[in-house]
């Protein structure tokens, strides 16, 4: 037992000035905040003030990236920097889901009601920010942002997915959409939907194991489309409950074809 507890020691001594995965959670919450006050009771008494908060968050940023020790070779102040002058861009872009998903629901009620409770609009923004630091090739960060938005939302986005303009998710428990999926504009996902690889091997990272989404493209509940050599035209319509492991072209219609029975089980009187 005395080496065990040695073993742990050392290990504690690796890791211990690690920020926590829940500080990293919850700066990217604050700056979520920031970005929507429709989902903060907080308020600003002047554009300075905002610009402040803003430094704060590139500040906090910049912290944790000095003490993520996996990030030794970055140029952390750089990586901070680029990401906070990228991030009007990604606000704009975070936008257009919000629209999506406003125009796409006949529940949703207003903008205001998407940025604000649905899951799927938090899953998709904790992926933009988590994407624009996996292309700085930032690691452990990204994935424990995804990972949370998963653990709240049910939905497991990779960061390193390429995913377009316009993501429109509805409900989206049980979605996955894995590393090299690439998703054009315009998509609709709904829940249970899978994106992933025909092949979990170590050998093919690296490689593009996950299918193309062209634009324009809807995929309904439960279907799973598998495989780096997939691609769904634009346009096109897959069903729920369909598998796929080859590709649609443009303006095609999928759908799976139950075999059920109804069988009439009134007593005979």
């Known amino acids: 037992m005395e080496e065990f507890y040695k073993q742990l ?12 995965n829940e500080r990293i959670a ?22 300075e003030e905002i610009k402040l908060a803003f430094e704060q968050s590139e500040n906090e940023l910049f912290e ?28 704009e872009v975070m936008q257009t889901d919000a629209e999506a998903i406003m125009h796409g629901d006949p529940a949703a009620q207003s903008i205001r009601e998407v940025i604000r409770t649905y899951p799927g609009f938090t899953a998709i923004c904790i992926y933009r920010m988590a994407h624009q630091l996996w292309q700085s090739e930032v690691p452990l960060i990204p994935r424990i942002l995804t990972e949370h938005a998963h653990s709240k939302t049910g939905i497991d986005i990779h960061p390193g997915a390429q995913i ?5 998710i509805d409900h989206g428990t049980g979605l996955v959409i894995g590393e090299t999926c690439i998703i054009g504009d315009h998509v609709k996902l709904y829940q249970g ?18 299918p193309i989404i062209e634009d324009h493209v809807i995929i309904y509940a439960g279907a799973t489309i598998l495989g780096g050599e997939t691609r769904i035209g634009h346009h096109s319509v897959i069903g729920g409950n369909v598998w796929l492991t080859s590709s649609v072209e443009p303006y095609t219609t999928v759908y799976h074809q139950p075999n059920s029975k109804f069988i009439d089980t009134k007593p005979v009187i």
């Open 64 to 91: 944790l990236l000095l003490k993520t020790k996996a990030c030794s070779h970055c140029d952390n102040k750089r990586i901070a920097q680029k990401f906070f002058a990228e991030l009007p861009e990604v606000y």
């Open 193 to 210: 939907v899978t994106l992933g690889a025909l092949s979990v091997e170590k050998g093919f990272a690296g490689t593009q194991r996950h």
């Open 9 to 20: 020691f050392l290990k504690q001594l690796e890791v211990q000035d690690m920020p926590s």
């Open 164 to 168: 377009g303009r316009y993501l429109y």
């Open 26 to 47: 919850a700066w990217s919450t604050n700056l979520l905040h920031l970005l929507f006050p429709e989902r903060n009771s907080r308020g600003f008494k002047s554009v």
